[in-house]
């Protein structure tokens, strides 16, 4: 393995640490155990139910988008891909989705390229969805959105940046276009494969199914974060704070390894907006963290295990 490669490993985990580090110096340890003992643990685990909900309409989902390029994998298989995917993205960021195409390619004998192309459309319908959820909050909380942007984004800047990977795309697109031997070759080879993937969204015979299960990913989401919430008593959150603390975390999670030390830091600071005390609100950012991070690992880690037994005979 490169240095490169150790690097971009290790560096996300040691920044979770001391992202844990510097959240547990907000409320101390003590304190943070007892929160975990008094919290109600049946709205956690109704919590994980929507949690469990929104994976199993994730798998369901994909095969929306795999039967226009005329593969039909099995649903327990999908399921398993998704599970195994959330795990994979614990260690490291992003490769989850590879490790999903790959479970198809191994066992379903779904082109890698496609089914990683059908991968990227479900992010693009996901991004849609969370710049909904964005839209709504902008609504709801409308100051609060408006002095987060003025303050730290230039809007110079953004544009120049647009301009530049616009103009690099179009240079490199080009090049490829020409291709026709060697690595670029492979390249194009590829970005076809791809791009069959991602369009499949729109050769899809059941277009509203698939509006269908993503509308109810995300609302399982959010119902996800409300439904913990209760778990600590006291802790009152209103509409505009749980959408703010929804999409705090979220940002937390793409950010570091699964949100590791952050997502208690993102979620804590957007409650503290509506004047919620900083231990009530980063032991709720913690015991919403434990709680996710914990239904991952153990059927992430089941569904790894799972997954030769099942397809034995292949």
Same mark, same amino acid.
């Given at each position: 393995? &490169?240095?490169k490669?150790i690097l ?12 844990v580090?510097?959240?547990? &110096?907000n409320i101390?340890? @003590?304190v ?21 909900? &929104? ?7 994909w $095969?929306f988008?795999l039967?226009?390029?005329g ?8 399921v !398993?891909?998704? !599970? ?5 993205? !614990?260690?490291?960021?992003r ?6 195409a790959?479970?198809?390619t ?6 890698f390229?496609?089914?990683f ?8 319908? @996901?991004?849609?969805?969370?710049? &909904?959820?964005?839209? %709504? ?5 409308f @100051? ?13 800047? %953004? ?6 990977v616009i ?12 291709? $026709?031997s ?7 080879t590829f970005?076809s ?5 991602? +369009?499949?969204?729109?050769?899809? $015979?059941?277009?509203?199914a698939?509006?269908?299960h ?13 439904a913990?919430?209760p ?9 505009g ?9 979220g ?19 957007a ?7 900083t231990?009530?609100?980063t ?9 996710q +991070?914990a239904?991952?690992?153990i059927?992430?880690?089941?569904a790894f295990?799972f997954?030769?037994?099942?397809? $034995?005979?292949?």
């Amino acid at each position: 393995m &490169s240095i490169k490669k150790i690097l971009k490993t290790i560096l996300p985990l040691v920044l979770g640490g001391f992202l844990v580090w510097y959240s547990i &110096s907000n409320i101390s340890i @003590d304190v943070l155990i007892e929160y975990f003992k008094e919290a109600n643990y049946s709205w956690i685990v109704l919590g994980l139910f929507f949690g469990i909900l &929104s994976h199993l309409s994730r798998a369901y989902r994909w $095969k929306f988008m795999l039967e226009p390029l005329g593969f039909k994998p099995k649903f327990t298989n999908n399921v !398993l891909a998704v !599970l195994v995917g959330y795990l994979v993205n !614990l260690a490291l960021p992003r490769a989850g989705e590879v490790s999903r195409a790959l479970v198809l390619t191994n066992y379903e004998d779904v082109p890698f390229e496609k089914g990683f192309g059908t991968i990227v459309a479900e992010r693009i319908a @996901d991004l849609i969805m969370m710049l &909904s959820i964005m839209l %709504i909050t902008l609504f709801v909380q409308f @100051d609060f959105i408006y002095e987060l942007l003025t303050k730290n984004f230039n809007p110079t800047k %953004i544009i120049t940046g647009l301009v530049v990977v616009i103009l690099g795309f179009y240079i490199l697109t080009s090049v490829v276009k020409k291709a $026709k031997s060697g690595f670029l070759l492979k390249i194009k080879t590829f970005v076809s494969g791809l791009g069959e993937g991602v +369009t499949s969204i729109f050769k899809m $015979k059941k277009k509203w199914a698939f509006i269908f299960h993503t509308v109810f990913i995300w609302v399982m989401y959010v119902c996800m974060f409300w439904a913990t919430i209760p778990a600590i008593e006291g802790l009152n959150v209103p509409f505009g704070g749980i959408l703010i603390g929804f999409i705090a975390g979220g940002f937390s999670i793409a950010a570091t390894n699964g949100g590791i030390g952050l997502y208690p830091i993102a979620v804590a600071g957007a409650l503290a907006l509506f004047d919620i005390p900083t231990e009530p609100a980063t032991a709720f950012g913690w015991i919403m963290w434990t709680a996710q +991070t914990a239904m991952i690992i153990i059927f992430g880690g089941l569904a790894f295990l799972f997954l030769p037994i099942y397809n $034995k005979n292949k």
